[in-house]
């Protein structure tokens, strides 16, 4: 019996003094439990790394490449006339015409432009039909603002404008990643051809 008790009293003053050691110490963190969840074997973006010759973990991409999931828009067709003409000319779309490029073109279509251009982009979506917003000019049909007929915009052109808007259409680079925006330009070239 005697035992136990010395084997208890002994237990709690174990726990008393680890419990009274952690106050001493306030910036220590104190007893961290499975500690590779905070020091990982991977360089912190601001640690000093001696793999690289500026001695720095955080490096910036080599030029003229792109991350994956971006586009190098902004940088060499800017948001002017003069970047709508420039993309018009250089920029073509990098997928392939097929059915499943195209379907997915139509349901991001139907979910992102057609409330206005309607579901046949002649112009006439269901918030026009409210008579709060002016119609857009059909893609088949219509005359662009910035001059030619809608039905001949280029792929640049559409891609231009889904990324950046033009006038009371607003940008959609945010909610629209490249790959998306091309397979919508490629729905839109069907839509061109409506009568
Ligand atoms: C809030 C309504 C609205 C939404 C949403 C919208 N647009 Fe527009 N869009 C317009 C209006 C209005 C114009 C005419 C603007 C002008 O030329 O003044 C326009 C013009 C265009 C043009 C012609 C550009 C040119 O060079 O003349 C294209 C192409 C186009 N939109 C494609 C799209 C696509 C694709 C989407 C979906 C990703 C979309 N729009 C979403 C309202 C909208």
């Given at each position: 019996m005697?035992?136990?008790r010395?084997?208890?009293f002994?237990l709690?003053?174990?726990v008393?003094?680890v419990?009274?050691?952690?106050?001493?110490?306030n910036?220590s963190?104190?007893l961290?439990?499975?500690?590779?969840?905070y020091?990982?074997?991977a360089?912190?973006?601001?640690?000093?790394n001696?793999?690289?010759k500026?001695?720095?973990?955080?490096?910036?991409?080599p030029?003229?490449?792109?991350?994956?999931?971006?586009?190098?828009?902004?940088?060499?067709?800017?948001?002017?006339?003069?970047?709508?003409?420039a993309?018009?000319?250089?920029?073509?779309?990098?997928?392939?015409?097929?059915?499943?490029n195209?379907?997915?073109?139509?349901?991001l279509?139907?979910?992102?432009?057609?409330?206005?251009?309607?579901?046949?982009g002649?112009?006439?979506g269901?918030?026009?039909?409210?008579?709060?917003?002016?119609?857009p000019?059909?893609?088949s049909?219509?005359?662009s603002?910035?001059?030619?007929?809608?039905?001949?915009?280029?792929?640049?052109k559409?891609?231009?404008?889904?990324?950046y808007g033009?006038?009371?259409?607003?940008?959609?680079?945010?909610q629209?990643t490249?790959?998306e925006r091309w397979k919508?330009?490629?729905y839109?070239h069907?839509?061109?051809?409506?009568?």
């Amino acid at each position: 019996m005697n035992k136990l008790r010395l084997l208890i009293f002994s237990l709690s003053l174990v726990v008393v003094v680890v419990f009274m050691s952690s106050c001493f110490n306030n910036r220590s963190t104190g007893l961290e439990y499975a500690p590779n969840m905070y020091e990982h074997k991977a360089f912190d973006p601001d640690q000093p790394n001696e793999n690289f010759k500026d001695g720095k973990t955080a490096q910036l991409p080599p030029d003229g490449t792109t991350p994956v999931g971006f586009d190098r828009l902004e940088d060499d067709y800017p948001n002017t006339l003069e970047g709508y003409e420039a993309a018009s000319k250089s920029l073509s779309n990098p997928y392939p015409l097929t059915m499943a490029n195209l379907e997915e073109g139509k349901t991001l279509y139907l979910n992102m432009c057609s409330h206005c251009h309607n579901f046949d982009g002649k112009g006439n979506g269901s918030i026009i039909k409210l008579q709060k917003f002016p119609p857009p000019p059909s893609y088949s049909t219509g005359t662009s603002s910035r001059g030619g007929a809608m039905k001949d915009l280029t792929d640049g052109k559409i891609f231009h404008t889904i990324t950046y808007g033009v006038n009371l259409m607003g940008p959609h680079k945010y909610q629209l990643t490249p790959t998306e925006r091309w397979k919508i330009v490629m729905y839109v070239h069907e839509l061109q051809k409506l009568q």
